[in-house]
């Protein structure tokens, strides 16, 4: 099984900051990548697919990057309402595995 | 627009069977691979299984396979989970999930249900 890890594991930030995730794959994905976002007591949201394409409706302070085993999300002006879990996903091949999550909070 | 409503949780004993169910609409649900993803109390998120958009591909966590069957029904636009020989570790928020790209068997999900809570429990 391919195996996902995140860093960091939580992060604080203020609104306007760039905040950068990394996500790493325990072996090549290309770019079978995905990215969601997850607010307390609610559903996962996707936000990015092919490690770097956005998801309709995403705002496009959301960016992606990465291939072969090395990812990037990044929020380039971070505003109120990303603060939330933001996971990674590998849909290279089955099992399907998620990374650990990273938890973005208010400094 | 797309929706995805989870039904089916409560709380089971350990050893006893459940079913889930998600009743798909707003695209043609025959369409599209679907799946179940899974979260703890307080955990991430675990893939659990995939059914192919007609059914004749399935795969499974190992944790749930020999106890979970995934299937689904195209002229109900409904998915299932039937879970068999519930432990503890299976309590946990079910969310069934679409795929973006119709008929493949990899994808990203583009739509996720509210969720379902089961609680395995004496």
């Known amino acids: 099984d391919i195996q996902m890890t995140q860093s960091p594991s939580s992060l604080s930030a203020s609104v306007g900051d760039r905040v950068t995730i990394t996500c790493r794959a325990s072996?090549?994905?290309?770019?079978?990548l995905a990215w969601y976002q997850q607010k307390p007591e609610k559903a996962p949201k996707s936000l990015i697919y092919?490690?770097?394409s956005l998801q309709s409706g995403v705002p496009s302070r959301f960016s992606g990057s990465g291939s072969g085993t090395d990812f990037t999300l990044t929020i380039s002006s971070l505003q109120p309402e990303d603060f939330a879990t933001y996971y990674c996903?590998?849909?290279?091949?089955?099992?399907?595995?998620f990374g650990p999550g990273t938890k973005v909070d208010i400094k | 627009q797309v929706q995805l409503v989870e039904s089916g949780g409560g709380v089971v004993q350990p050893g006893r069977s459940l079913r889930l169910s998600c009743a798909a609409s707003?695209?043609?649900?025959?369409?599209?691979?679907m799946h179940w993803v899974r979260q703890a109390p307080g955990k991430g998120l675990e893939w659990v299984a995939f059914?192919?958009?007609?059914?004749?591909?399935?795969y499974y966590a190992d944790s749930v396979k020999g106890r979970f069957t995934i299937s689904r029904d195209n002229s109900k636009n409904t998915l299932y989970l039937q879970m068999n020989s519930l432990r503890a570790e299976d309590t946990a928020v079910y969310y069934c999930?679409?795929?973006?790209?119709?008929?493949?068997?990899?994808?990203?999900?583009?739509?996720w249900g509210q969720g379902t809570l089961v609680t395995v429990s004496s």
């Open positions: 999930a679409k795929d973006r790209v119709p008929t493949v068997m990899l994808s990203n999900f583009d739509y």
């Open positions: 707003g695209f043609t649900f025959s369409n599209y691979g």
């Open positions: 059914i192919s958009y007609d059914g004749s591909k399935k």
């Open positions: 072996q090549s994905i290309d770019n079978w």
């Open positions: 092919g490690a770097s």
């Open positions: 996903q590998q849909y290279n091949s089955y099992p399907f595995t």
